[in-house]
């Protein structure tokens, strides 16, 4: 899916690390979100309330989930799963679009 219709957009970003890492919240009539952002070069940890797909529009990154020893690598095109009330790190080496949906 390229565009969303009919949702409400929060204007104010979500901002992180310095403003290397920001989104947009997107808000769906259904009561379902996705925050549409975008990562500059660095590494970065994160934590999951939710349960998340995170879909790599563009860009590449190593991704290290919650259980895995391994840094597994994610490009353009390519998603991965994250659990809910985990931990994830990301290395970030070229600047990435992405679509991260919150899982219910």
């Known amino acids: 899916m390229s565009e969303f219709n009919n949702v409400t957009i929060v204007k104010q970003a979500n901002v992180y690390f310095d403003g290397k890492v920001n989104s947009r919240t997107i808000r769906f009539a259904d009561g379902s979100s996705k925050t549409l952002g975008f990562m500059q070069p660095g590494e970065y940890t994160f934590n999951t309330a939710d349960p998340e797909l995170m879909e790599i529009l563009a860009g590449e990154l190593e991704v290290l989930l919650p259980g895995s020893d391994a840094w ?19 290395k970030v080496s070229i600047a990435s679009d992405y679509c991260c949906s919150f899982l219910k």
Do not use: D, M
């Not at 095109?77 to 985990?86: D, L, Q």
């Open 72 to 90: 597994q690598a994610v490009k353009g095109g390519e998603s991965f799963n994250v659990p809910g009330n985990a931990k994830f790190s990301l």
